[in-house]
């Protein structure tokens, strides 16, 4: 026999879909992006030669050099930051500025590589430029 009241039906079936765990994981993709994406976008402005322009190679040449322990030289002598900056804005002023040729040490740390980038980009010098790339063909 039937019963009049609803206690002894089953309940129908959910026809909504539960979102939480796509909400969730949408908001943990959204932190990861967040707190990766300054990092990737940190970069020090250099200006590279156009490609297809001839580059006028200098007879005067000036080397810098930096140690594995992150020490510069100037032309074989020691320098400082400072002394670097001056160096360079010295010469990006003069008329027919010298090539600066960097060289740093194969195990010298980035970090310092890019603080040396950094004044360099500072300087204003378009003559600065990396030599002796050979030395880290067998690096990669």
Same mark, same amino acid.
């Given at each position: ?5 609803? !206690?002894d039906?089953? %309940? ?19 932190? @990861? #992006?967040? @707190? ?15 490609? *297809? ?11 810098? *050099? ?7 030289? !100037? ?5 400082? +930051?400072?002394?670097?900056? *001056? ?10 500025? %010298? ?28 003559? #600065?430029g ?7 063909? +067998?690096? #990669?």
């Open positions: 026999m039937a019963s009049s009241s609803g !206690w039906r089953e %309940p129908a079936p959910m026809a909504e879909m539960n979102t939480t765990p796509l909400v969730d994981v949408m908001l943990v993709l959204l932190i @990861i #992006f967040i @707190i990766s994406v300054p990092s990737q976008t940190h970069q020090v402005e250099v200006a590279l030669p156009k490609p *297809g322009v001839g580059v006028i190679v200098s007879p005067l040449k000036n080397e810098l *050099g930096l140690s594995v322990a992150g020490q510069l030289s !100037w032309n074989g002598q020691p320098i400082n +930051d400072a002394q670097l900056a *001056g160096a360079l804005a010295e010469v990006a002023a003069s008329p027919m500025p %010298p090539e600066v040729h960097f060289r740093p040490d194969p195990a010298a740390r980035f970090e310092r590589v890019d603080q040396v980038l950094a004044i360099a980009a500072r300087s204003g010098d378009a003559t #600065f990396f030599a002796g790339n050979e030395q880290y063909r +067998d690096s #990669f």
